[in-house]
């Protein structure tokens, strides 16, 4: 094994209990690393197996970092840091991936690409070796929401076979624990701004007799769940902002008196609803500007610079006043509702007008206190994020 100083690549692979596959894909690795003549190291993750996975990579000369926390993305965030090597190819440890053809990683990384892919569906898929619910629905969709969300160019977001340049790997602080790792070590890479590239690769059936650590209904939310949380303008901004403006036309329609359309009549019963509609897509809104705030100080999600530009530059006062006016407003068309109220001598009201006036002055109101109390939250992240200072 050449030392460390010398090792140009780490071939890591997570390991939990895969005794039955774990030698042969080592073997292949070290059988790659002495054919190419590249410098390099198989390194194993194990995440406490108790099958005698780690006495098997020893023998064949590989090495082994013991990782206490279970998960998928633990164990390899943790072969991340202990790799020696300049460049990490990364694969399964079930013999689904062929470790003796990775010139194309190899190559790709040696011209300059931070990341590179592997592709299944570009490189083949043998008979029964992904589910057809993976096949068909998980990896296509999930792909296509990465690449809308994030402009990412990677065809097969998970793909476990992958190689990268360790420190711009390190660089994006990586944290998800489990499987959907995998989606945040290529969102990240793309949002800030690494070179992609993609290599068509093969995947076979693994060579284990018991079931796969992978679960897909529950993996296959978490994936998702992580792809909507690092992006909060698909999860908040434009539903949000759909439903408001959904809810501000319907008002604004409604509150002159009924519409009917065709053989439908719209009345103040569809006013409730698009004043709820308002006031949720307004909230949406706000969660947005929290989420990308917040998040970005704790480098959770991309910080929205234009955002904290624009929030920097109107700030506290600003918005107090447009609340205030909101308030206002609301407050006024209650005085007009119970005028109209006072028109029917206090009693039963049996038309609708006082009703949507109503709802109008709630809305208002109700639009003005969220605008108040989202603007002093974010006063405070904004104290958050100067820090205290010393006197």
């Known amino acids: 094994m050449a030392g460390m100083e010398a090792v140009e690549l780490t071939i890591l692979m997570p390991c939990l209990n895969e005794a039955e596959t774990l030698g042969t894909c080592v073997r292949k690795a070290m059988d790659y690393l002495a054919r190419s003549g590249v410098a390099g190291e198989v390194l194993v993750a194990d995440n406490g197996s108790t099958d005698g996975s780690q006495a098997i990579a020893e023998a064949l ?123 945040e070590m290529v969102v990240k890479a793309t949002v800030n701004g690494l070179r992609i590239a993609e290599v068509p690769t093969t995947l076979s059936p693994d060579g284990r007799s018991r079931p796969p650590h992978l679960r897909s209904w529950r993996d296959g939310w978490r994936h998702l769940r992580f792809l909507l949380v690092f992006c909060p303008r698909w999860l908040f901004l434009y539903p949000g902002a759909a439903l408001f403006l959904a809810g501000l036309v319907a008002m604004a329609a409604l509150l002159p008196g009924p519409l009917p359309l065709g053989g439908v009549t719209f009345d103040v019963h569809t006013l409730l609803y698009a004043s709820g509609a308002m006031v949720m897509g307004f909230q949406a809104v706000q969660f947005w500007v929290f989420a990308r705030i917040y998040g970005g100080q704790q480098g959770v999600v991309p910080e929205e610079k234009r955002l904290v530009a624009v929030l920097a530059r109107f700030g506290l006062e600003p918005a107090l006043i447009v609340a205030g006016l909101l308030v206002l407003l609301g407050l006024g068309l209650g005085v007009a509702a119970v005028v109209i109220w006072g028109g029917e001598d206090f009693g039963q009201l049996t038309g609708m007008g006082a009703m949507r006036v109503a709802i109008a002055s709630v809305t208002a109101m109700v639009l003005g206190l969220q605008l108040a109390f989202g603007a002093f939250f974010l006063a405070l992240l904004g104290m958050m994020r100067a820090g205290p200072r010393g006197g």
């Open 61 to 183: 000369g590989a090495r082994i970092v013991a990782v206490p926390e279970r998960g998928y993305g633990a164990a390899l965030i943790a072969g991340i840091h202990a790799a020696r090597g300049r460049y990490v190819i990364m694969g399964d440890s079930d013999d689904s991936y062929n470790f003796t053809a990775l010139d194309g990683f190899v190559e790709k990384l040696r011209e300059g690409f931070d990341l590179v892919m592997g592709n299944r569906f570009r490189g083949g898929i043998e008979p029964g070796a992904m589910p057809p619910l993976h096949r068909y629905l998980g990896n296509p969709v999930l792909s296509t929401i990465g690449r809308v969300f994030f402009g990412s160019p990677v065809g097969d977001f998970h793909c476990g076979l992958r190689g990268f340049d360790r420190e711009a790997m390190l660089a994006l602080e990586l944290r998800a624990p489990g499987m959907e790792f995998a989606s």
